[in-house]
């Protein structure tokens, strides 16, 4: 298992979270996703290799926009 951390700018209540939690989810190898508004911070777990175009892609399609933090 991996965690990978990324900052979101655009959240701001839980609306925002959900669309991005059901973009993200989507991707191959996702097992666990926990996105905050208040801290502006998406994690991403996953049983193997991540791939962050594909998280930023998803980010995108939610509406809005991340780099990853560690």
Do not use: F, N, P, W
């Not at 991005?20 to 208040?38: F, H, L, N, P």
């Not at 991540?50 to 995108?60: G, S, T």
């Amino acid at each position: 298992m991996a965690t990978t951390e990324y900052q979101v700018t655009g959240m701001t209540c839980s609306h925002c979270e959900m669309s991005i939690r059901e973009e993200v989810e989507q991707i191959d190898g996702v097992t666990g996703i926990d996105v905050s508004a208040a801290s502006g911070k998406l994690e991403v777990t996953t049983d193997g290799a991540l791939d962050d175009a594909a998280v930023l892609a998803a980010v995108e399609e939610a509406g809005y926009s991340a780099v990853r933090a560690s």
